[in-house]
């Protein structure tokens, strides 16, 4: 039998920076009643260090004390660390600030400790006064892999070393297949809906649907599935995700993101730029909602997490969903 909906719980699935910032006008509106599932196929280790770039960014994020330039890493950091590492002569490409180091050390220690990364995560998040639930995919290594020509790409080397400078022919996510879905992931409520962030689908989203049964879990909830766009205009808003979509051959648009995600997502939200697109996606058999999608201010983010919120509860009240109304709000 169906788990009845609780109709105040919201799950969001993200990556990165423009994840992130979804996820964060989610957590202000819903607070402990959101559930975000983030993305590790970016996760490494480095100097010795358990790096888990997505869970940082977004626990910082939602933590109110992310570098608001970058996007990632920590407001008001200090370099002093590096400094004296590029010194050294030691990898100096990777950036780790002086106060973002304690967030790695604590959690390389908590690991071998023999502490889950969901409890690592839970406990950071709690020191960061982060009050809504947030979910590392799994506890085990999935790690994504970029390959171009020929070569197989660690992906931090891709994405900061070499600054996404060539052409991705295929993305693997080594250690997927044998990976388990976190197990808090079973035990949450079931929500009243599904919000996937504007992260990028291939490199942020996907490693989490690539874990097995994370996609049936998803369908079989039977509540809306809302997607937000992470391009814009044709091009993404940061990062490389319409240049990924080019090297793959999707159409770069909202049109190509809404493609991508058809069979999974119920509903997508695309930018006021991009209406001359809502038919066609329709025509895919995908519910359309046009907004204002760019979030450059907090205001901007907690009015999108709105508009996310009551396109769900209208598709809730559609025949598709045989659910009483949600009072998500
Ligand atoms: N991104 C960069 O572009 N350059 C960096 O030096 C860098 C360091 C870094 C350190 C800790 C951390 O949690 C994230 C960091 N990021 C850095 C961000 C990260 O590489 C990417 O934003 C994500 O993996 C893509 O979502």
């Known amino acids: ?106 959690r390389t220690n908590r690991l071998r400790e023999g502490a889950t990364l969901t409890e690592v995560t839970v406990e950071l998040g709690a020191a960061l006064g982060v009050t809504s639930r947030l979910l590392p995919m799994s506890d085990d290594p999935v790690r994504t892999v970029i390959h171009s020509g020929g070569r197989s790409i660690a992906f931090q080397e891709y994405f900061v070393r070499l600054a996404c400078g060539v052409p991705v022919d295929r993305i693997e996510f080594a250690g997927a297949a044998a990976a388990r879905l976190n197990p808090a992931i079973g035990a949450l409520p079931r929500p009243a809906a599904v919000i996937i962030c504007p992260s990028n689908p291939y490199l942020s989203i996907d490693p989490i649907l690539a874990v097995p049964g994370a996609r049936s879990w998803l369908k079989g909830l039977g509540v809306p599935i809302i997607v937000v766009s992470p391009i814009v205009g044709g091009a993404a808003i940061k990062g490389p995700a319409a240049k990924i979509m080019q090297e793959l051959k999707a159409p770069v648009s909202a049109l190509g993101v809404a493609a991508h995600y058809r069979g999974l ?65």
């Not at 973002?100 to 604590?106: F, I, S, V």
């Not at 509903?267 to 209406?275: A, K, L, R, S, Y």
Request: contains cysteine; glycine residues 12%.
């Open 265 to 329: 997502a119920d509903g997508i939200v695309i930018d006021n730029c991009d209406e001359a697109l809502a038919a066609e996606i329709a025509a895919l058999g995908m519910a359309v909602r046009v907004e204002s999608t760019v979030m450059r201010s907090k205001a901007d983010r907690i009015e999108l997490a709105g508009a996310c919120l009551a396109f769900a509860r209208a598709l809730l009240q559609t025949p598709a969903f045989d659910h009483p109304p949600a009072s998500t709000k």
């Open 1 to 106: 039998m169906t788990a009845p909906v609780a109709d105040d719980h919201i799950i969001a699935l993200a990556g990165g920076v423009g994840g992130a910032k979804l996820a964060d006008g989610l957590a202000h509106l819903l607070g402990d009643r959101l559930t975000v599932i983030v993305n590790t196929g970016d996760d490494f280790e480095h100097l010795g260090f358990h790096i888990s770039p997505d869970l940082d960014t977004v626990t910082y994020t939602l933590g109110g004390v992310a570098n608001s330039q970058q996007g990632w890493g920590l407001e008001g950091e200090t370099w002093g660390f590096m400094e004296q590492l590029a010194r050294l002569g030691g990898p100096a490409w990777f950036k780790l600030g002086d106060r973002d180091l304690a967030t790695h050390a604590y």
